[in-house]
C-alpha cells in the first residue's frame, strides 16, 4: 500500500489516513492529535490519488458547505454530517453522540480543522506501511 505524508499540515494537530478495504477502494478518515477518529468520508474510491484529490478540494473548499446534527437512524444517539455543494454526504461523525450539544462541538471543530488543513500548503512524500493505512497529513 502506498502512503504519503502532507508535512506541512503538521502543525494543525490532525492527520488524514487513507484506508484499503477489502474490495479494494480508498477511503479517508480524519484523526485528532490524540489518535481519535473525528470524521470518515462518505465515498470509497477505486483509487488513492481520487481519494486523496477528494480529502483536498474538500478542505480547500468547505466553507458554506451545507451539514449539521441530526438523530442516528440506527440508536437514540445524535450524528453530523457535512454535504458537498451537490447535495451528497461528503463526510460523516465517526460516530453517535449521546449528546446533542457533544455533537454539535465535534461538527464545529471538524469544520474548523478542514479550514486550518486547506490553508496549509502542503506536499506529498510517499512511504510504505502496509499496516497502518496511508497518512496523507
Known amino acids: 500500500m502506498a502512503a504519503g ?13 487513507i484506508d484499503i478495504d477489502d474490495e479494494g477502494f480508498h477511503s479517508w478518515r480524519l484523526t485528532a492529535q490524540n489518535g481519535r477518529t473525528v470524521a470518515v ?5 477505486p483509487d488513492y490519488g481520487e481519494c486523496l484529490r477528494a480529502f483536498r478540494r474538500l478542505c480547500a473548499g468547505s466553507e458554506g458547505l451545507p451539514g449539521g446534527v441530526q438523530h442516528a ?15 451528497q454526504t461528503v463526510a460523516v461523525s465517526s460516530r453517535a453522540y449521546e449528546r446533542h450539544s457533544t455533537c ?3 461538527y464545529d471543530r471538524f469544520r474548523a480543522l478542514l479550514a486550518e488543513i486547506g490553508a496549509v ?3 506529498v512524500s510517499p512511504t510504505e506501511d502496509a499496516s497502518e493505512g496511508v497518512d496523507v497529513l
Open 73 to 87: 437512524a440506527d440508536s437514540n444517539g445524535w450524528v453530523w454530517r457535512l454535504r458537498g455543494a451537490d447535495g
Open 104 to 106: 454539535q462541538t465535534a
Open 5 to 17: 505524508d502532507m508535512g506541512g499540515a503538521a502543525g494543525v494537530g490532525a492527520r488524514c489516513r
Open 121 to 123: 500548503e502542503t506536499s
Open 41 to 45: 468520508g462518505a465515498t470509497a474510491y
